[in-house]
């Protein structure tokens, strides 16, 4: 079974600039999440999609950031603009449900110069 | 007061030694408790479940919850160089708006020397 990709696996950009990121979950999961990781932090959900309805994103900062689920199933994480405290790696993980087990892909690894 | 503290190591053990992880929580709304294990550039990966008090064992790892103490725990036997990542508690709502969604703790760096 193909896990969760992701790309791209790094991204450096300058303040103010915006960048995308993209997920292709676990075939057949109805729930996708991104998360925020920064260095030395555990993961911080941004948002969780429930097929391609929003089902949370009381953590994503919605001046600057947004994400949307065409179709139910790849995603894409926008910035815009960046600021230096963006710096972070970006986690896509998807589920079955609500309620089942999160699989994680790889991350992107941002740097916001 | 963050609602998920974990204790922030790093750890450093030699090959063979018993680990034990920690992590304290505030919300007493978490009904499941899991750990994720994260390799260096890696996403993280679920290493054990659990939703009652108690332990479970799953090979050298054993997970343990007292919820009366909001405390988890998660022991690893005969530790491996293998083992050394960041090990991360996760914990989640029985329902509600926050239905799903996994509060992480900041995670424990911990390195086995052989």
């Known amino acids: 079974e193909a896990g969760v990709a992701q790309s791209p696996r790094y991204k450096i950009i300058e303040k103010r600039q915006s960048v995308a990121f993209w997920c292709n979950p676990i075939?057949?999961?109805?729930?996708l999440y991104w998360y925020q990781q920064i260095l030395g932090q555990g993961p911080k959900l941004l948002i969780q999609?429930?097929?391609?309805?929003?089902?949370?994103d009381s953590q994503l900062p919605k001046d600057r950031f947004s994400a949307e689920r065409l179709k139910g199933v790849d995603s894409t994480l926008k910035i815009q603009p960046a600021k230096l405290e963006d710096s972070a790696v970006y986690l896509c993980?998807?589920?079955?449900?609500?309620?089942?087990?999160?699989?994680f892909g790889p991350g992107t690894r941002l740097t916001v110069l | 007061q963050k609602e998920v503290e974990q204790d922030p190591g790093p750890l450093s053990v030699p090959e063979g030694a018993i680990v034990s992880l920690n992590c304290t929580y505030s919300n007493s709304a978490f009904q499941y408790f899991m750990w994720y294990r994260q390799y260096s550039r890696k996403g993280p990966e679920l290493l054990m479940y659990?939703?009652?008090?108690g332990n479970k064992e799953d090979g050298r790892f054993t997970a343990q919850v007292d919820k009366s103490s909001k405390y988890i725990s998660l022991f690893i036997r005969d530790s491996q160089p293998s083992d050394s990542a960041t090990y991360l508690c996760?914990?989640?709502?029985?329902?509600?708006?926050?239905?799903?969604?996994?509060?992480f703790g900041q995670g424990t760096i911990l390195t086995v020397h052989p």
């Open positions: 659990t939703y009652s008090s």
């Open positions: 993980a998807s589920s079955l449900d609500r309620q089942d087990t999160q699989y």
């Open positions: 996760a914990m989640i709502s029985a329902g509600g708006t926050s239905y799903g969604k996994l509060t």
């Open positions: 075939s057949g999961h109805a729930t």
């Open positions: 999609f429930q097929n391609n309805g929003v089902v949370d």
